[in-house]
């Protein structure tokens, strides 16, 4: 089992910053592509940003050159730099994780608990 903690969400003015970081803890063999999908209100749940474990990152059209992703395999931690805020950025936040419980055994994706980022002024 692998448990995600999320911290780093919060209220900005647009053009603001927040940074999100997410800690992956339990019994694992492996953790593959970590990255956040973000929920807002009436909307599907959509990939914000990912990074897999080479440092290959993917990122959502809308906020390309605004949020960055990063990862720190040595201590399963992954985070979200998100720069020039805008309101339609508001949404809960979802830390998400590839894990694997064994060498032969598939990747399962495993969700934090969500934290909430508003935009607003």
């Known amino acids: 089992q692998v448990q995600l903690v999320e911290s780093g969400g919060g209220l900005v003015q647009p053009g603001g910053s927040l940074r999100l970081s997410c800690a992956a803890s339990?019994?694992?063999?492996?953790?593959?592509?970590m990255g956040w999908y973000r929920r807002a209100p009436g909307k599907e749940r959509e990939l914000v940003a990912s990074v897999t474990r080479g440092g290959v990152t993917k990122y959502a059209d809308s906020v390309k050159g605004r949020f960055t992703v990063s990862r720190h395999n040595a201590e399963n931690t992954v985070s979200l730099q998100m720069d020039i805020l805008k309101p339609e950025d508001t949404a809960v936040y979802y830390c998400s994780a590839g894990a694997q419980r064994a060498m032969w055994e598939p990747v399962i994706d495993y969700w934090g608990q969500g934290t909430q980022v508003t935009v607003s002024s």
């Open positions: 339990g019994s694992f063999f492996n953790i593959r592509d």
